[in-house]
């Protein structure tokens, strides 16, 4: 290692492949010298405060631990894939998206966190309580040992509301996961609580949202499954779509059926508020049968659309509809500002 005149230090390959595994080893595992550990009974993990020292070091548990193993506190132990489950909750509610990218940059640059997860003694298995989709970037990229920081004290419980609490302080949810984690605490975790108030402000608290939109939220698992995936789409507006859970199942069907045919009518128009607000008055009142058609659009609607399109694809949100839409705002505008031109 030297330095030259910019006091820039210069490492051979070998010496930045040795620095690169060094600073893996540390963020991974704490330690750049691993041994075992050797199971003691002691204080056991409080998952809400999770805090991997300098000083942890690791475990390998490639079969069921025996009976009398006990996991201290703030320790990473390496386990076997085949041990772990993941948690059923957890699937049916949260959706599981861009799994190949999240395993193609761990194949890139590494992993550096860890699984947390529950010893269920009687069954000799873990359960993950958070780390569900670095779970599974890592199995897609074949890893046999994870990373994990286990606790082998919480009830069933207290389990979902640790799953809730992390996913969400750090998840971006769709409306469909707010619905589906609400129903759950309201059938597994509020009815064992003591709260002063009504039931709407103690979730509202939970989840930290308002109580308007406890409310929105739960009509949505009210609606039928063509239209609870509309109310995932950004490209439709689910607080009024969630305003058709008091129609019956064919209303709503009758609804889905209009605004698909709005949609492939004129697939360069969005989809507002006011549309579906009207979709739905003309339903109630039996005048669904006129051709629903487009307000008019004008230049700078176009422009603010294709503004937010930009917003979206600059904080990342970008995906294969989102272009596609944009490029046909693009191409309205584009044609807009030709007529335009034309006529002056």
Known sequence: MSFDNSNRINRTVEQEEALREERR?????????????EAKPGNLINPMTLN????????????SPSDDMVFVNNKVYM??????????ENVEIFSMDDIDAF?????DVGFYGVIVCRYKRNEKRFEIIAGHRR????RKNNTELIPCVVVDNMNDRDTLTFLLKDNINNRKWKPLDYARAI???MDKIQPYKNYQGRSRDDIAEFFHISAT???RYCGILKLIPELQEL????????????????????EQKLLYEKIMEFVNVNPSSPVTRRLIESLIKKIKNGTDNQKVTPKAVYVDDYIYKVRTQLSKINKGEKVVKDKKQTLAYIHDLEALIDEIKSKL
């Open 103 to 107: 395993a193609k940059d761990i194949d």
């Open 183 to 185: 129903k759950l605490y």
């Open 52 to 63: 991997v020292s300098a000083e942890d070091t690791q475990l390998v548990i490639s079969e």
């Open 135 to 138: 779970f599974r970037g890592l």
């Open 213 to 215: 939109m406890v409310h």
């Open 231 to 250: 109310t995932n789409d950004s490209d439709y507006p689910f607080t009024a779509i969630t305003s058709a859970s008091a129609m019956s199942e064919e």
């Open 79 to 88: 386990i076997n894939a085949n041990l772990i489950d993941e948690h059923p």
């Open 25 to 37: 080893r540390k963020m991974m595992f704490g330690s750049s010298s691993l041994s075992p550990v």
